[in-house]
């Protein structure tokens, strides 16, 4: 290098070979390309479709099943029950096991569950057989599948429209019943229940190619960033580690967006806002770049700094690679740990509540015994079946529109509204069941299915609040306690009808607890960051 007298002139440094350029930076995304993330929430959409459809399947069956073997009401209730109770307790677990396998790999082999728990119901000839594939089997394989799933895929890949995103894919269990109840009822009436457990094999069966066509993990897997990361819907922008910014043979890192010297990482830990890396803290001038730049270092998220409950490793490749959590164990110990920091808070169990007294008012009692209390006062169970579908259709458009109003209100005002309402519908119910559908009747489906799971969007929105990078994992137990009421409740609603005749006492009884429920949401204290944010 030519030098004159005087000082040196400063020699810009060479850019680096295109092999030792970083593998973190993702590739501009061309003008006009759909995000991938919407890729991703549409191969989860139809994953959640097939978990679904043996979900519909119990309350066309248990008469059948009655009829055929002479098990009561509370056994086969009894089989329900297992499947709810693990469809929640498996949840926690499985949002673990995606961060440390990938959501791909727990998916596919979740509904390979599904598809073996359902056939194998066709051999059955003692009610343990139906405990062990009905409750088990398909239990795991659904819990696998549950709204913790929901959470990841949003936490992962969406910055922006989470709200929107959650109630779109919760509504995939709504459409897997709109689609599978009429055709299993159908074919039940037709052909007999094992031709119709056959059906939900097949369709579970034929999702799995697709989640390994499509699914991917996180969104540095394909050289994005979260959607609306960057502020304008998702677009690609580049992403650094320290040692690479602070590394001279690297040359000039380029930036993009307003404020280059704090470039936020979109790529932490589901539901976790962005880890923020400051390139001032790591350039040259600073004199413990080196160290920094040394080994991989462990970050916090700033956000969290201010909660210890909060708090989740996170570590930066020291070899220019992405962000990716650190490791804190097994699945199952990050999923107990989760549990212990969460149950310390009075916000988990008043979530927990709650979400327990909404599995108790829909999958456990309407969405288990809602054809068999119609075609006890006489309605065909086509028929019966049919409202529960037209429950899923309506469902749809309820649970998508909370989740634009959770992007927009306060989600603990959301929740008390509906409990509240559904409490009041429950109390007519008994007065509403005659031999055929009458427009009373129509309303209150429409009213149900508007309120099913409306509840999911405001639910996950709190926990994401509360606890931050656990989010996730924390809305899996909360979900574990829904489906803990569910399988309660389905279990003794199938008593109730065994002892008394008559279902009317577990409708007064539901329409009570939804009360409750709306108390509760409205003494959830404001989340951590809100309230220091109101206060500060």
Request: charged share 15%; hydrophobic share 45%; net charge positive.
């Amino acid at each position: 290098m030519t030098q004159t007298s005087g000082t040196p002139a400063p020699v810009p440094p060479a850019a680096p070979p295109a092999s030792e350029q970083p593998s973190s930076v993702p590739a501009p995304r061309r003008p006009g390309r759909v995000h991938r993330a919407w890729w991703v929430a549409a191969v989860a959409f139809v994953a959640l479709v097939g978990a679904a459809a043996f979900r519909a399947a119990p309350s066309v069956l248990i008469d059948p099943l009655h009829t055929e073997f002479g098990w009561s009401r509370g056994t086969i209730s009894a089989a329900v029950s297992v499947n709810l109770v693990l469809y929640g307790l498996t949840a926690p677990f499985a949002a673990a096991l995606m961060e440390r396998f990938g959501m791909r790999k727990v998916v596919a082999s979740a509904l390979l569950l599904v598809a073996a728990g359902s056939g194998l119901t066709v051999f059955m000839n003692a009610s343990w057989q139906l405990i062990l594939c009905w409750g088990v089997l398909v239990g795991l394989g659904t819990g696998s599948m549950a709204l913790a799933f929901v959470a990841t895929v949003v936490g992962r890949w969406f910055d922006a429209r989470q709200g929107l995103v959650t109630g779109v894919l919760t509504a995939g269990g709504a459409a897997g019943q709109l689609v599978f109840l009429p055709l299993v009822a159908w074919l039940t009436e037709r052909h007999g229940w094992r031709p119709a457990t056959l059906s939900v094999t097949f369709a579970a069966l034929a999702v799995v190619p697709l989640v390994l066509w499509l699914l991917r993990d996180r969104p540095e897997d394909v050289g994005t960033t979260r959607y609306g990361a960057s502020g304008h819907d998702g677009d690609a922008r580049d992403v650094h580690t320290p040692q690479h910014e602070s590394n001279p043979r690297h040359g000039p890192t380029p930036q993009h967006g307003p404020n280059p010297q704090h470039e936020p990482d979109s790529r932490s830990a589901p539901g976790a806002p962005p880890v923020h890396v400051s390139q001032r803290a790591h350039s040259p001038d600073n004199a413990s770049n080196a160290k920094r730049a040394h080994d991989a270092r462990q970050v916090h998220d700033p956000q969290e700094a201010h909660d210890p409950r909060h708090a989740r490793p996170v570590a930066v490749s020291g070899a220019g690679g992405p962000v990716v959590p650190v490791p804190g164990g097994g699945a199952a110990a990050r999923a107990l740990g989760a549990l212990r920091d969460a149950s310390r808070t009075k916000a988990f169990w008043l979530l927990a509540g709650t979400f327990a007294i909404c599995g108790a008012s829909t999958n456990g009692l309407i969405g288990t015994h809602f054809v068999p209390a119609a075609h006890d006062h006489g309605m065909p169970v086509t028929t019966a079946a049919g409202l529960l579908a037209v429950i899923g259709v309506f469902d749809l458009v309820g649970t998508i529109a909370s989740g634009w109003f959770t992007d927009r209100f306060d989600p603990r005002g959301l929740l008390a509204v509906y409990y509240g309402l559904r409490g009041v519908s429950l109390l007519f119910l008994p007065l509403l069941l005659v031999g055929s559908v009458q427009p009373p009747m129509l309303f209150f489906i429409v009213f149900y299915g508007l309120d099913w799971v409306a509840t999911v969007p405001p639910t996950v929105a709190l926990c994401r609040k509360h606890f931050g990078a656990d989010g996730a994992i924390v809305f899996g137990w909360v979900l574990a306690a829904h489906q803990v009421g569910a399988g309660l409740v389905a279990f003794l609603t199938g008593l109730v009808r065994d002892v008394t005749g008559s279902y009317d006492t577990a409708w007064y009884t539901s329409g009570a607890l939804c009360a409750v429920a709306a108390l509760m949401a409205l003494v959830i204290r404001r989340s951590p960051e809100r309230t220091a944010a109101l206060h500060g």
